[in-house]
């Protein structure tokens, strides 16, 4: 094998950013060709070295050995069918080492030609599978395509860090200069200061820092009702008496805090918007807000029904504070059905058969398919008889009180992102948003999963100029994504089963102090996260998303997350039962 010379461990940074926070053109990238054919090897090397720096093994511990070396590697091109250890297999030990770096790969084969196939090597972390005979445009294509994309998050990364590190010297700066008296400057200063700072600062002038500080003077205009009227800067040493007297006497200022968009989305989090596998718990629950306001300008929405950027914001930001912090159904429950609606949207092509209102309708109704819930359940609500019951009848009580939450946001003029809409559009929109919400009662699921079969028995296939059509697609979008949690990679999903079983197990002893019965499976001394969670997926999961896969075929792969997530809590509850046995025997024994 041959190994390229001057590297050093940490070139990667050294490629994209300089001392000064000058973006620099990368050296000529390393591509590792990893095949037991020595005729294969020598093809990929001559299509590859008029580009490329290339490199070579001939077996998947090879590679791994290339690795572990520190050698440098932009991307390996690794065959599937090697002797020994398989592609697939060395990539799942790559994968699971910490200490290999995790250097993208394209997995090829010519045996292993089955779609499945390819599902299975992205789950399990490649970022392409390509069927040989290879095709060279094809090839040089994907990985370019690939490395552009690793290049463009290092850039990312490092210019942040450069940020991060200047934006520390300013708040030092600042904190030098800051003398013992309160701070009062005019919105208009602080435009104006901004403005200063933007000119002055060469770092800000890449086009991420440039647009965050832009952001922010915009921000600031908005959210200011006087820009001649001082504003406070407190400082931990005031006189909080001084304090409170400038503020109320002299500046007539209210007590309250104004809630302002985050400006900074992460690219990486972004770019994965459309995956299966997004993670929101690595992210700040304030660093979804953007996230979501992506999802409406990336198909046109904004444009298309005229919408505000700062109504669009101002709703996000209302409707995440009228959710309550209950352990499941919270906001990031609502983030997590909409980005999971998103996907189903784009990369599993359900949005062939809907239109932009369609759209609007179903973001807005996933978003807010569950706000103001109190942490107890429909059942819970008529047994009790609590105002909401009382107020709607006992009828999907929940679900006709988020609609009417949500409603009462958006005819709110801050929040109104219907005041484009035609009057036909807006009947539209809202009808679709209230059948949406009003299908995500689980009393509802058999009824609408029973209809969905029906309309797909017919040999007349869903059309998109089929009003009744695109509902019943929205509709079970929804529904797919408000029960998806059981079919994410497992450490989401078993994130959400903990959720969802404390928040049970808190109705069950609620209900109990109240005097109530306790279904069993909101009862923590007979019911386990696992077990609601394996009952989850045999008696709705399963049987639902078995009937979209022949409405959506791209959403096969989940069927696999929900079996090995399935697997996985059959040993959790074979592990349970056996300490229930051991226990049970020592209390005989006693």
């Known amino acids: 094998m041959s190994t390229p010379e001057g590297s050093t461990s940490d070139r990667a940074f050294q490629e994209v950013i300089t001392a000064s926070g000058q973006i620099v053109q990368p050296a000529q990238r390393t591509v590792l060709v990893v095949d037991d054919s020595k005729l294969e090897r020598f093809l990929l090397r001559k299509?590859?070295?008029?580009?490329?720096?290339?490199?070579?093994?001939?077996?998947?511990?090879?590679?791994?050995?290339v690795l572990a070396e520190g050698t440098p590697v932009d991307?390996?091109?690794?065959?599937?069918?090697?002797?020994?250890?398989?592609?697939?297999?060395?990539?799942?030990?790559?994968?699971?080492?910490?200490?290999?770096?995790?250097?993208?790969?394209?997995?090829?084969?010519?045996?292993?030609?089955?779609?499945?196939?390819?599902a299975s090597s992205v789950i399990r972390g490649s970022h392409d599978y390509l069927f040989k005979p290879l095709i060279k445009p094809l090839l040089l294509r994907k990985i370019e395509t690939i490395l552009d994309a690793v290049q463009g998050k290092r850039q990312a990364d490092a210019l942040r860090e450069i940020m991060e590190i200047k934006e520390k010297e300013i708040n030092e700066l600042r904190s030098?200069?800051?003398?013992?008296?309160?701070?009062?400057?005019?919105?208009?200063?602080?435009?104006?200061?901004?403005?200063?700072?933007?000119?002055?600062?060469?770092?800000?002038?890449?086009?991420?820092?440039?647009?965050?500080e832009l952001l922010t003077i915009l921000q600031s205009i908005r959210s200011a009702a006087d820009l001649y009227k001082p504003a406070m800067q407190p400082s931990p040493e005031e006189d909080p008496v001084s304090s409170s007297f400038v503020g109320s006497e002299l500046l007539d200022k209210q007590t309250k805090t104004v809630d302002t968009f985050p400006s900074h989305v992460e690219e990486t989090s972004i770019c994965n918007l459309t995956s299966w596998d997004f993670n929101q718990w690595d992210l700040e629950e304030s660093q979804l807000l953007p996230l979501l306001k992506e999802m409406f300008s990336s198909f046109g929405l904004l444009e298309r029904f005229k919408i505000e950027e700062h109504k669009l914001e101002q709703f996000l930001m209302t409707v995440r504070s009228r959710y309550h912090p209950n352990p499941y159904h919270c906001f990031r429950h609502a983030f997590d059905v909409t980005q999971t609606c998103y996907a189903i949207l784009t990369s599993m092509n359900a949005a062939k058969f809907l239109s932009h209102v369609d759209i609007f309708a179903l973001l807005i109704a996933a978003l807010g398919h569950d706000i103001g819930h109190p942490g107890m359940n429909n059942a819970y609500q008529t047994t009790a008889l609590t105002e909401i019951a009382l107020e709607y009848n006992d009828k999907?009580?929940?679900?006709?009180?988020?609609?009417?939450?949500?409603?009462r946001i958006l005819l709110t003029p801050a929040c109104n992102i219907l005041s484009g809409l035609s009057e036909e559009e807006f009947g539209q929109v809202r009808s679709a948003i209230i059948g949406c919400i009003m299908h995500t009662d689980p009393a509802m699921h058999f009824e609408s999963k029973a209809k969905l079969q029906q309309r797909l028995d017919m040999e007349k296939p869903l059309?998109?100029?089929?009003?009744?059509?695109?509902?019943?697609?929205?509709q079970t979008v929804l529904m797919t994504a408000d029960i998806s949690n059981i079919s994410k990679p497992w450490p989401v999903a078993r994130e959400w089963s903990s959720r969802i079983s404390k928040e049970f197990f808190a109705q069950g002893d609620a209900e109990r102090e109240e005097g109530r019965n306790v279904a069993p499976y909101m009862d923590r001394n007979v019911s386990s996260s696992a077990k609601t969670s394996a009952n989850f997926i045999d008696f709705m999961a399963v049987p639902l998303?078995?009937?979209?896969?022949?409405?959506?075929?791209?959403?096969?792969?989940?069927?696999?997350?929900?079996?090995?997530?399935?697997?996985?809590?059959?040993?959790?509850?074979?592990?349970?039962?056996?300490?229930?046995?051991?226990?049970?025997?020592?209390?005989?024994?006693?």
């Open 75 to 118: 991307l390996i091109l690794m065959d599937v069918s090697m002797p020994g250890k398989s592609g697939i297999e060395t990539l799942e030990d790559m994968r699971a080492n910490p200490d290999l770096p995790q250097v993208p790969v394209i997995l090829m084969s010519s045996s292993e030609c089955s779609n499945e196939t390819a």
């Open 176 to 212: 030098f200069l800051r003398d013992d008296t309160v701070k009062i400057r005019t919105p208009l200063e602080q435009i104006t200061s901004s403005i200063v700072k933007l000119l002055e600062n060469p770092e800000v002038k890449h086009a991420e820092g440039a647009q965050r």
């Open 545 to 590: 998303y078995d009937v979209v896969v022949q409405m959506l075929p791209d959403m096969q792969p989940v069927l696999h997350n929900i079996a090995d997530n399935r697997k996985r809590l059959q040993e959790i509850l074979n592990h349970e039962r056996q300490k229930d046995g051991k226990e049970g025997e020592k209390d005989g024994n006693k």
């Open 396 to 407: 999907s009580v929940l679900e006709q009180f988020h609609c009417s939450t949500l409603f």
């Open 463 to 474: 059309e998109r100029e089929n009003a009744d059509d695109r509902q019943l697609v929205i």
């Open 47 to 65: 299509w590859l070295q008029a580009d490329f720096v290339v490199m070579e093994a001939e077996s998947g511990p090879a590679a791994l050995n």
